[in-house]
C-alpha cells in the first residue's frame, strides 16, 4: 500500500516565508528618512547667528540635540506596527549581509528575540539604515527606483 502524498515544493515553502509584513512603500519612506538623517554632519557653527541663506542652509546637515531628521525617522518608526519593526530589523540584516535571502525565517525569528521597544532606537542608531533596507528589498524584488518614480 502506497501512500500519494505530495510535499511542497520547497521553493513554494520559501516564498511564503518570505513574505513581508511592511508594505514596500513603507519601507522605502524610512529609506528616505534614514538618509536625510544619515546626512548629519557634527555640529561647526554652534553659535551661528547668520542668515541661513547666506549660508547656503547648510545648517540643516549639522547634528544637533533639536533635529527634526531625528525626530522624522523615529515617528515613522513609532508607527509601525511590531511585525513590520521585525521586518525591518530583518531587512538590515539581509541587505547588511548577515543574513542571506534563503534564511529570511531565521532573521526574523531572531529579530523577535530583540525587545521590541528598542526596535526603534536600534534602527536610528544602525549606520547606512538606508542602505541595508534598500539592499535587501532589492532581493525581494522591489526597486527604490520605481518607488521614486512614483512619487513624482
Not at 531628521?69 to 519593526?85: K, P, W, Y
Not at 539604515?129 to 527604490?144: I, K, M, T
Amino acid at each position: 500500500m502506497s501512500a500519494n502524498l505530495t510535499r511542497p515544493e520547497p521553493a513554494a515553502d520559501n516564498a511564503v516565508a518570505r513574505t513581508l509584513a511592511i508594505s514596500p512603500e513603507k519601507a522605502f519612506y524610512v529609506i528616505v528618512k534614514a538618509r536625510a538623517f544619515d546626512e548629519k554632519v557634527e555640529a561647526s557653527d554652534l553659535g551661528g547667528g547668520s542668515n541661513p541663506t547666506d549660508d547656503l542652509d547648510v545648517d540643516v546637515l549639522e547634528d544637533r540635540s533639536d533635529d527634526p531628521g531625528f525626530e522624522e525617522l523615529m515617528s515613522a518608526l513609532q508607527a509601525l506596527n511590531e511585525d513590520e519593526l521585525l521586518d525591518l530589523i530583518a531587512l538590515v540584516w539581509l541587505g547588511r549581509g548577515d543574513f542571506t535571502f534563503d534564511e529570511w525565517s531565521e532573521a526574523r525569528r531572531q529579530a523577535d528575540d530583540m525587545p521590541h521597544k528598542h526596535i526603534p532606537r536600534y534602527l536610528v542608531e544602525t549606520p547606512l539604515l538606508g542602505d541595508y533596507l534598500e539592499e535587501a528589498l532589492a532581493q525581494f524584488g522591489h526597486s527604490f527606483e520605481s518607488f521614486e518614480l512614483n512619487r513624482l
